[in-house]
């Protein structure tokens, strides 16, 4: 914590989630499958991250967080209806909150393949079933799959109904 509490961080409070708002400028969206994802991580880790939000209530980052507060029952009932949020400072204008949404949403960055493959397989060796990994990590099963495989590319070649696609002619 830093000694003037100058960091959004420094003051969380728990709020009604009736008490916020949408922006009108977010270019973020998620999909059922992230949604639903999103819903069993905040049931099964609860709330880990707060909503950031405008001195006004006005939304700059969580809005998915909070309209799962909003609208699903089960996630409401953990908290009677409450939300953590952060509020940024006062003086920041309209455009440097768009700035802010944005940047809050590309900075989460993305999964590499090859790191995924090593969770799922160490999820597997632990003794989770496919069916629990896919529930647990909003996947399907052709993904699990495939980041499950462990063979390597020379020896995965031609072994497949298209492994005579291509033949080099010999001159």
Known sequence: ???????????????????????????????????????????????????????????????????????????????????????LRNGKSKSDQMIATVRFN???GQHGILKMSNIVRTLQDSGLSQAEIEARLGMEDEEVERLSDVRPSPEHAGKDSFGKGWVPVKK
């Open 1 to 87: 914590m830093s000694d003037d509490k100058s960091h959004p961080i420094d003051r969380i409070e728990w709020v009604p989630a009736s008490s916020l708002r949408a922006n009108n400028y977010n270019p973020n969206t998620v999909f059922s499958p992230e949604f639903n994802l999103l819903k069993r991580s905040l049931m099964e880790d609860g709330w880990c991250a707060a909503i950031v939000v405008r001195e006004d209530g006005e939304i700059v980052d969580g809005f998915h967080r909070w309209t799962l507060a909003s609208r699903d029952a089960q996630v409401a009932a953990m908290t009677g209806g409450m939300v953590p949020v952060v509020r």
């Open 106 to 108: 590309r900075a989460r």
